[in-house]
Structure formats: structure tokens, C-alpha cells
T-cell receptor
Framework: AQSVTQLGSHVSVSEGALVLLRCNYSSSVPPYLFWYVQYPNQGLQLLLKYTSAATLVKGINGFEAEFKKSETSFHLTKPSAHMSDAAEYFC??????????????FGQGTILTVHP | GAGVSQSPSNKVTEKGKDVELRCDPI?????LYWYRQRLGQGLEFLIY????????KSGLPSDRFSAERTGESVSTLTIQRTQQEDSAVYLC????????????FGSGTRLTVV
């Protein structure tokens, strides 16, 4: 079984400040990991994904995440927040192989608020 | 089409009625997934299609829920005898192949059961 825990349902930062959204996972097999962003009244958009290549993954809009196996973490960061980054962010882990190929298990989400 | 299309975008129904939610995936995408997002919660997996077959339907919450896919294209999620706890946003996603891990999500259908 796989699970994802996102620490902090709400994160608030000032514009220009560092963004850090935390994600820890549990998986019995080597995981694939994902971050998605959801803007109000829109579907989810893939920000970045880790699929067992480089442990530091760069995504869209200046976001990046680092896979740390020893810490079972995949935290999302951005050096300088922009007002347009305000959205809900979801971390997800994949279930690869078998009959559930491609199925994702999502965390509960973190709402990012950016203050001027 | 250019993206994953879901219809209707909003649906209000009376408790006990049946509803059908439609998903048009990106043309050529063989893998299709349905998820449910209840207010303030993460996404719950419902069902996965590979072509027209559903190898994994483990997330369907009860026998009131069913889904089908035809022509390796359109999928319909049907909820019979709707209950208030069925109120949620139902999201569909498609991928070229299941192993691509490159989901494209639709904008969802917001279902409200009154």
C-alpha cells in the first residue's frame, strides 16, 4: 500500500519569499512521485515528476523538488513566491506495475497563500 | 481534442436520482482514470481503464457507482440513487499510456446532491 502525507493544509508566504511545501510518502516499492497544482475552478496541472532519474527535479513556473529516499520525502520549493503561485498543491505517489499501472495516491493538499 | 473534456461542468440533482458524467479523453490516450475530490479533501481514485477494459475498479465506493468506456475513447461514470455524500468534484484524466505517468486532467464535474 502507498500513502502520502502533506504537512500543513495551509501555507502562507510573502511575495518574494521562499516557498516550501512538505510531502512525505510511504511505498513498499521504489516510488514515482508527483506534484500537481490546482487553481480555483480548474483541473489539476502537473508541476513536476520524479521517475527514478535525477533526484532533483525541475518543473514549471520555477518550482523544483528533491527526492530524498532516506527521509521518504519529496518537498516542493520555489526560491521566490509570486502572487500567481497562490493555489492548492497536491503531492502524489504512483502505483507502478500490476493491474493498477499509473494509478496515483494523492495527499490531502496544501493551500498556498501569497501576501503582497 | 486538445484537452480532456468533461460534461456537464456542474450538475445539481435530487437525492435518489441517477446521474451520468461524461469524459472525453485526449485522442489516442489509452489510459483513462476517474477520481473524486470531496470538499477539503484530496483526490480519491475511483477506476482505471486501459483501452475499454477496467483492470482496477477498486476505488468505486459502492455498487451504485459504475463506469464504462467505449471505442477506447469516451467514458461515462454513472451514479445510481444518488446520496448527499456523493456530492463532490469528479475528475477524469487520460494518459498516452499508463506507464507514461503524464496525466492530463479535465476540469471536472461538480456534482451537488440536494
Amino acid at each position: 500500500a502507498q500513502s502520502v502525507t502533506q504537512l500543513g493544509s495551509h501555507v502562507s508566504v510573502s511575495e518574494g519569499a521562499l516557498v516550501l511545501l512538505r510531502c512525505n510518502y510511504s511505498s513498499s516499492v521504489p516510488p514515482y512521485l508527483f506534484w500537481y497544482v490546482q487553481y480555483p475552478n480548474q483541473g489539476l496541472q502537473l508541476l513536476l515528476k520524479y521517475t527514478s532519474a535525477a533526484t532533483l527535479v525541475k518543473g514549471i513556473n520555477g518550482f523544483e523538488a528533491e527526492f530524498k529516499k532516506s527521509e521518504t520525502s519529496f518537498h516542493l520549493t520555489k526560491p521566490s513566491a509570486h502572487m500567481s503561485d497562490a493555489a492548492e498543491y497536491f503531492c502524489a505517489v504512483s502505483s507502478a506495475g500490476g493491474t493498477s499501472y499509473g494509478k496515483l495516491t494523492f495527499g490531502q493538499g496544501t493551500i498556498l497563500t501569497v501576501h503582497p | 481534442g486538445a484537452g480532456v473534456s468533461q460534461s456537464p461542468s456542474n450538475k445539481v440533482t435530487e437525492k435518489g436520482k441517477d446521474v451520468e458524467l461524461r469524459c472525453d479523453p485526449i485522442s489516442g490516450h489509452t489510459a483513462l482514470y476517474w477520481y473524486r475530490q470531496r470538499l477539503g479533501q484530496g483526490l480519491e481514485f475511483l477506476i482505471y481503464f486501459q483501452g475499454n477494459s477496467a483492470p482496477d475498479k477498486s476505488g468505486l465506493p459502492s455498487d451504485r457507482f459504475s463506469a464504462e468506456r467505449t471505442g477506447e475513447s469516451v467514458s461515462t461514470l454513472t451514479i445510481q440513487r444518488t446520496q448527499q455524500e456523493d456530492s463532490a468534484v469528479y475528475l477524469c484524466a487520460s494518459s498516452l499510456r499508463a506507464e507514461n505517468y503524464g496525466y492530463t486532467f479535465g476540469s471536472g464535474t461538480r456534482l451537488t446532491v440536494v
